[in-house]
């Protein structure tokens, strides 16, 4: 009989694994930061290429991973109090692994495995819609640096009402549209306004100038995805009305024209619920009244009461300048307390609406609590007025605002369950190099015919997926490599109304 005598070694290997760039650092920067800083968006600079990027890498690491100044990408809520859709923000790994790539030399990679940039979507995403208006000619927004913020009023020219299941905004010049706010009225008290304001629309800072039939209709930041909402659930457009489109136009060094379009998706199925909305004012202020000394940095206490049980949509905190910090909470009846959003660094230009990703049960006698800080001192570097004066409510940018919207829509039991994310178009691929094959996921908005072609460098499609009638929701298949070369592959996604492609390449 052998012995057998085995020793085990235990070797430490310190192979340090090298971060690139087409492996590590473009698929965090094309998917966080290019929405805006490609050629046409709102942003100065442009970071779609590793040599875009070298070259700025001293301003990116100012802007987006020095924790003492990091304000890029821009998004005001705290992600350690609640969480919203689309959220702006890198987390630490990627912080980490962007600042490892610095550190190692930014090493470029090969080549191959550099991610094609995400979908920059130009014109309708949600595909053809029943309603299309746009503005009746191109503003133009001068080239001097500034802000400027301009109400343009685009007649619907219908006869009757419909239920709407979209509202999707789609910005003529994303090189100068910062944020838009949509609302809808029935009067003819903004045409009013804009006769009198010279040049095609009229300019307001904030609002509309008066209070239309429905105010915060919907909104558009940069990089924003549009939505289906969930089935069942539906806005509406009235008989005979006007959209109000709010623009804040970017500063712009050039002289730029935007002409920008609304299209309207009417719902195709059944609707049992309409989304409602709210705000919370100075009227529910409990130590107030609302009004600003000269420098001070008072907090303003807002107490609501909920009437009825709501299932919370998205809220749409707003104030302009002096505005610093808010704390927006909802304790229910039992004394649970949910977190709704938390501003650390207010800013007027990045103001939004944020959705939830699921919706938040409010059930009746639940009181939302909202606390507001302003700070009117001549630290705040924001504050307008100087030298420093007491300040009151008002609708101009030196005046100030106290306002919390919310939608919601009355609730149903399972809201808790209903993924509002999902109700948008998506689509990826991913090579599984241990099951050799494609992994395609795609989601569905609207029930649709699907096609999927795998095509080769040469556009010759490899592979065809064709799915009729495909339902809403999320759906998965996945497709064979085994009998394909190696090499770089194109996965494109279409359905009537909507395309996408994905590159993949298999090693
Ligand atoms: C939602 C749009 C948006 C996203 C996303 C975004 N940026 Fe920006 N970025 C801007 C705008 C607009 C400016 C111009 C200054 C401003 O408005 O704050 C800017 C300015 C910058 C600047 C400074 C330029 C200067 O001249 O000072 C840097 C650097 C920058 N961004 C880096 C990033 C990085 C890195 C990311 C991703 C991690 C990112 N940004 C994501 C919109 C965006």
Same mark, same amino acid.
Not at 379 to 385: F, G, S
């Given at each position: 009989m052998k012995n057998y005598f085995y020793i085990l070694f235990f070797i430490p290997v310190f192979v340090k694994a090298q971060t690139t760039f087409t492996e590590h650092v473009a698929p965090i920067i094309y998917n966080k930061?290019?929405?805006?800083?490609?050629? %046409?968006?709102?942003?100065?600079?442009? =970071?779609?290429?590793y040599a875009e990027i070298k070259k700025n890498i001293g301003m990116i690491s100012m802007a987006a991973?020095?924790?003492?100044n990091k304000f890029m990408?821009?998004?005001?809520? #705290?992600t350690k109090y609640s969480h919203f859709i689309d959220e702006r923000v890198l987390t630490d790994k990627e912080t980490e692994a962007i600042k490892t790539w610095i550190e190692g030399g930014m090493v470029q990679g090969d080549i191959a495995a550099e991610p094609d940039l995400p979908y920059f979507p130009k %014109?309708?995403?949600?595909?053809?819609?029943d309603l299309s208006v746009s503005m009746k000619e191109s503003f133009l927004h001068k080239g001097n640096n500034e802000d400027e913020y301009r109400i343009f009023v685009l007649p619907t020219n219908i006869k009757e009402g419909h239920n709407v299941s979209a509202i999707e905004i789609v910005p003529?010049?994303?090189?100068?549209?910062?944020h838009i706010i949509l609302g809808l009225d029935t009067t003819q008290f903004a045409d009013g306004l804009d006769a009198k304001d010279e040049g095609y629309g009229y300019s307001q800072y904030?609002? =509309? %100038?008066f209070y239309p039939? $429905? $105010?915060?209709?919907s909104g558009w930041v940069p990089g924003q995805k549009t939505r289906f909402f969930p089935d069942g659930i539906s806005n509406y457009v009235l008989p005979n009305s006007k959209v109000l489109l709010q623009m804040h136009y970017g500063p712009t060094p050039i002289d730029a024209w935007d002409s920008t379009t609304v299209n309207v998706y009417y719902s195709k199925k059944p609707v049992d619920r309409f989304l409602k909305g709210w705000v919370i004012s100075p009227?529910?202020?409990? #130590?107030?009244?609302?009004f600003i000394k000269a420098n001070t940095k008072p907090t303003f206490h807002a107490q609501y009461k909920v009437v009825g049980d709501y299932s919370l949509i998205n809220v749409t905190p707003h104030a302009h300048w002096l505005g610093k910090k808010w704390e927006v909470f909802a304790v229910h009846p039992n004394g649970d307390t949910t977190n709704l959003i938390r501003i650390n660094d207010w800013d007027f230009n990045w103001q939004n609406f944020f959705s939830f990703p699921k919706f938040i049960k409010l059930e009746k006698g639940t009181i939302i609590y909202c606390n507001v800080t302003y700070d009117n001192t001549e630290?705040? $570097?924001?504050?307008?007025?100087r030298p420093i004066k007491n300040v009151a409510w008002g609708?101009?940018?030196k005046d100030e605002m106290f306002l919390f919207y919310f939608s919601y829509v009355d609730y149903k039991p399972?809201?808790?369950?209903?993924?509002?994310?999902?109700?948008m178009n998506s689509f990826d691929a991913i090579y599984n190099a241990e099951k050799k094959c494609i992994n395609v996921f795609y989601n569905l908005a609207e029930n649709t015919d699907v096609i999927i072609k795998l095509c080769d460098a040469k556009n010759k499609a490899t592979n065809l997926i064709k799915n009729k009638e495909t339902e809403i929701g999320k759906h998965g298949t996945l497709i064979s490599t085994e009998t394909l070369k190696p090499g770089t592959y194109w996965c494109k996604f279409s359905t009537a109304n909507y395309t996408e492609s994905k590159k993949v390449v298999i090693p």
């Open positions: 930061c290019a929405s805006c800083h490609h050629a %046409g968006g709102i942003a100065p600079l442009q =970071f779609t290429s991973l020095d924790p003492k990408p821009p998004w005001m809520p #705290d %014109g309708a995403q949600l595909g053809k819609p003529g010049n994303p090189k100068i549209a910062h904030a609002g =509309f %100038g039939t $429905y $105010y915060n209709w009227n529910d202020i409990k #130590d107030g009244p609302f630290k705040n $570097y924001r504050n307008p007025n609708e101009s940018a399972g809201d808790e369950n209903i993924d509002i994310a999902g109700s």
